[in-house]
T-cell receptor, first 113, second 111 residues
Framework: NAGVTQTPKFRILKIGQSMTLQCTQD?????MYWYRQDPGMGLKLIYY???????DKGEVPNGYNVSRSTTEDFPLRLELAAPSQTSVYFC????????????FGQGTRLTVV | QKEVEQNSGPLSVPEGAIASLNCTYS??????FFWYRQYSGKSPELIMF????GDKEDGRFTAQLNKASQYVSLLIRDSQPSDSATYLC???????????FGKGTTLSVSS
């Protein structure tokens, strides 16, 4: 019962570098999400996907890209990292029905210096 | 921009008391509502969801929903120190494609 798995758990990037945050789920959920959480703040939706090949922007998509080639995987790409992207990133997935509960991965703590 | 408002707290209650957590939301199209608990340094975990107006009880937790007032609340009875965490209110967006989270209310239960 792995659920939602994120890698890496921690990462330090230099300004201008790029990286991919990996997310995979083994629950056969169609819906997947990327959120970021800044200290003392709630979760902000970056991108979401309602199925393989379908992605859409959330509240704060600038500086990020996603792809969804399989049901299981939903990687988040950061291009040209900036200090404002220092945050904790959570990947989540939901069952087939929209508006149902989201199950979260353990998070990736990213620092951009 | 759809918004979810929560009192950030901290809300401090003694052990055994009732903790009341409130949330208002701006998207009148929201049809489903979720409460998540987040311990410090951990990921959010679902504790309650509610779809219909009124009350829904699950053990020590009761969720209350009033769509006309765009208000949802969470009551925790017989609060325990282990309930000390941040509670996130999360209505689904009108399309039902994603959850929109509030900033959360930090609850502290003292023994």
């Amino acid at each position: 019962n792995a659920g939602v798995t994120q890698t890496p758990k921690f990462r330090i990037l230099k300004i201008g570098q790029s990286m991919t945050l990996q997310c995979t789920q083994d629950m056969n959920h169609n819906y997947m999400y990327w959120y970021r959480q800044d200290p003392g703040m709630g979760l902000k939706l970056i991108y979401y996907s309602v199925g393989a090949g379908i992605t859409d922007k959330g509240e704060v998509p600038n500086g990020y890209n996603v792809s969804r080639s399989t049901t299981e995987d939903f990687p988040l790409r950061l291009e040209l990292a900036a200090p404002s992207q220092t945050s904790v990133y959570f990947c989540a997935s939901s069952p087939r029905e929209a508006g149902t509960e989201a199950f979260f991965g353990q998070g990736t703590r990213l620092t951009v210096v | 921009q759809k918004e979810v408002e929560q009192n950030s707290g901290p809300l401090s209650v003694p052990e055994g008391a009732i903790a009341s957590l409130n949330c208002t939301y701006s998207d009148r199209g929201s049809q489903s509502f979720f409460w998540y608990r987040q311990y410090s340094g951990k990921s959010p975990e679902l504790i309650m969801f509610i779809y219909s107006n009124g009350d829904k009880e699950d053990g020590r937790f009761t969720a209350q929903l009033n769509k006309a007032s765009q208000y949802v609340s969470l009551l925790i009875r017989d609060s325990q120190p282990s309930d000390s965490a941040t509670y996130l209110c999360a209505p689904a967006n009108q399309a039902g494609t994603a959850l929109i989270f509030g900033k959360g209310t930090t609850l502290s239960v003292s023994s």
